[in-house]
């Protein structure tokens, strides 16, 4: 580490904030102007305060979602290596909607159809999910109360969350080799065989669950517990009054008054978790097929294999697949109602 | 579960938590056999929680060069400090742990900053798009990250920002933008507005209001924010992978690739390297905690 | 709209304005300021080879992204092999970065697509495949002087009769090294001979024969040795469902379950633990762990010392002499060279300087890997050293490494097939014949 290269990392990131500030000021002089002095709106203030971020998200989410539909319609790989333009017409590279149905009816890296990825992805996502809403659950309401040592508990037990993944993930892959690591020498201890995790299908995907539950359930556990903090006790002690036991006041009270908290996370964790590329590309190591979800094999199919436009129709497939669940969800569960008002 | 980041949960207002009691299940403290099971429930969780932790602390004391071993201890044998010394002294470690801090407080800083303004105008304001504009937001946490990568390393090429800071903070905070909007906004709107009316009444314009009374109160969501800002850059592999190729501007997921190399991984120093990177982070995340449990969760709650 | 063009275009202009001010940072792209060669004495100290023309003036900053690295010493090596032109040529300087194999590939060909590739790659063999299918890399026979080179090196670089890269080091069979305690001084003659040894080792916490058992590489020898290959005639059809596929699956099979002289699981990383720790009488492995293998055990990365014995894997029986693949590292240059004149001799003649006998030498010294250079591979040095000579007698057995964009579809389907192997799945007719679907609805996606 020498004093050039921490001299070179300062001034990079200087000149970030500074490029970024002069950027931000002509967009805003920009918008003064045509907003304030050229159309005098009253949404001027408005417009020009959300305007950063949108511009920015048009750059760097829209452009690059366009480009990908475009691509989407083309035949661009390895063989035809270059730059489609507008879908592909004028290079021959056109190939209209043939690779959005090659998605659904060819095998999609090797062996694996689309059919099989999505009931993978679905299964990986309920199991995770539900673990880990049921174990936040759980440690939450054992840590909502006064008791000493709280403060440690809570502590220790957002480690997994606090722990770079990258790390976490590396280390965990280990823990599942066969002869050395810790989760077959605690199972030997306790009597029984090794078990394959690494080579078998099967407890490789159980492997990977396993991980991301261990990831995932801090989360959890910490909206749980906020909201378990926000619900007063007046219901509980009417509750008592009534000769409730302490199920039923759970089902009765917490349940329900937890669920404006709960619903939006187990939306956000059923999401992340579909598109969790991390767990299974540090677990698996693209080595089994069969452990493959959905937004792994896309990686795969655009950085391995080099089927731009596959992997442009495929994307969009799964984003689609998403937006659906999404809206029917929030429509159906009306959670985020309240954000709109 | 684990996103891109992490999300915490932002602290309800003093206003807010004084208006209603907390609830401590059981009044009345619990029996002490349920108490000795609650907390053995509790130690087991602590215990699966740090064990990798644990493992990668003895791997790194391991002396030699070995990650797999068939002995179980966990202060390993002839346990010495090697690997981190190495690590720290004959390796580029200290300038990939600087760039990335470097890298990921220059993101939290602009997300941060582009996040308050943003949301402030979702919950002040009514105006056209609002509702869309949400939703897109929304919308954007759907789209799988391999999707962006190739045209987002096509745009900075174009705009001759790969290998530099510059494309890497701008793609980072823009990526932890719509969230970040999401948790604001959400605390934003269990502030009463009257407080900022009764700011202006007295004279300040529209945006000292923000700036002097909406702000201050909103200090726990800012934190959580600029964590998780943080976060989300520090932790980041594929944007800094595709963005920088320069040995002296990479950052630790990159640097961490070169302890494994084609065929051979160094893996004390990699257990060396990894209780390194964790310490800061986990250090920070735990200063941060009480922010993180003791609220409610943004926009969702009502009265 | 308008803003976001006018946004774009301030942006782009501040970093191309300030990007051109950053102190210290050498352009990735071809210089700018390259004048014409001029006539007369070359600028600078006499370059190492002599050269046609006058070496050009001007200043060129290199980018050459390499596979090597640190942990074994070979990225220090290329370093200082860059270190040295330099110290010749002032006017060029290199900037050198590391990165693992695939993600040089991907990352390679990421760049091209931008039009910001690095200029030279050190990188394995494999992947002029997809390099040439996407016409990335530059074709050298103009620019390199072929003869000095191994020829079986030079083949492994050679598609449709072109040239694309530069030897550097070759080899890279795989063979069988053992434990001289654990498995006696010489070498096995068959496999039966072998795996008898093995079963008198594979006791007491030894195991007799490690390999990764994880991956296709290691399927590759014994498929040769049962008289199949991964293609047939033209080169891209796949013929993995064959008589030969299904003895060397069996022979493996037999390895592990019949026999029993292998570890219940092992990955390259256990396989290589075993055997440094003197747990395994056998390993195959491949020429790039001899250095590895054959320090002393005494130092800071011990190996066996003297204990190691090196050789080609036995002949099978029933069968014949296994064929391992043989691949190397090579030199390449990206297409954009071409397009200076310039450039393009100054980045063939590092080529031929790295390739020149004396740094050849170099690397059988320093990173003990048998050389690319025709000259250098006759030299004392490698035959005098038992250890080399055996590598060397081991490489001579193998075949070339196929390049082509298919060979990554057999790979990979032949990887599944071995990890499908290895649970115990002895229904070989059946592993062999998905092998050859998966492979085929691969290259049929290509």
Redesign the interface.
Known sequence: MSLDAVVTAIQQVGLTLIVIAIAVAALEGVLYLLLVRGLKTRLATPLMLVAPAFVGLAILIVYPLLWELNVSFTNMSLRNFRDPGFLGLENGMFVGLDNYVEVFTRPVLQLTTFWQLLLQTVLWTVINVTLHVAGGMALALLLHRQMRGKGIYRALIILPWAIPQVIALLIWRTEYNNEYGAANQLLRMAGFDGVPWLSDPFWNFIAMIITNVWLGIPFMMVIILGGLSSISSEYYEAAEMDGANSRQSFRAITLPLLRPVLTPAIILGTVWTFNNINVPFFINQNELETSDILVTALFRMAFQYNRYGDAAAFAFVIFIILLVFTVFYVRRTGSLRGAYE | MSGPTSVPAPAVTAAARSARATHQPGGRRDSRPKRIVIHGILILACVIAAFPIIRVLSVALRPGNRLLDSEFKLIPEGATLNAFVHVLTETDLPLWLFNSLVITTGTAIVGLLVAATSAYAFSRFKFPGRGVGLTALLATQLIPAAMLLVPLYLLAVQFKLANSYVGMVIALSVTAVPFSIWILKGYYDTVPIELEEAARIDGCSQLEAFWRILLPLSTPALVVVFLFNFLAAWNDYFLARILLSKEELLTWPLGLQRFQAQFQAQWNDLAAASILISVPVVLLFLYSSKWLVSGVTAGGVKG | MK??Y???S???A???V??AC????SS?TAPAASQPATSGAPSGAPSAEPTEMAFPEGDFALTM?T?E????GSFQFNKKLTDAYTALHPNVTF?????????LR??F????????A?HILWTVADHIG?FT????ILPLDNLVDRATFVPAAAEAVTADGTLWGVPMSFGNQLMLYWNKDLAGDAAPATSDDWIAAAKSAHTGGNVGIAFN??ESFWLVPFLGGFGGSVFAEDGVTPTLDTDAMRSALEFLYDLKYTEQVT????????A??LFK?GKAAFIIN?D??LG?YSAPPDGE??GLGDKLGVGPLPTLTGGEDPKPYIAGAFLMASKAVGDDADLQTVVADFMQFASNKDNQVDIVQTLKRLPGNAEAIEDPIVTGDPLLAGAAEAAQKGVPQPTN?EM??VF??M??GV?DL??GNNDFAGISA?MQ???E??I???
């Open positions: 803003n976001r006018r946004l774009a301030l942006v782009a501040l970093a191309i300030v990007g950053s102190t210290g940072s990735p992204w596979k690295g640190e942990a074994d900037e050198l970065v590391n990165k693992n194999v695939e993600v991907e990352d060909q990421t760049a091209s697509l931008a039009g910001d690095p997809p299918s996407a016409d990335l058992q994880t570890p219940a699981e092992a990955d390259y990383d256990v290589d633990g720790e491949g790039w762990t590895a990365n011990p964009l990554r579809c990979d389907a990887t599944a990890r290895f649970t998905s679907s998966g492979s609805s691969c049929a996606a290509l």
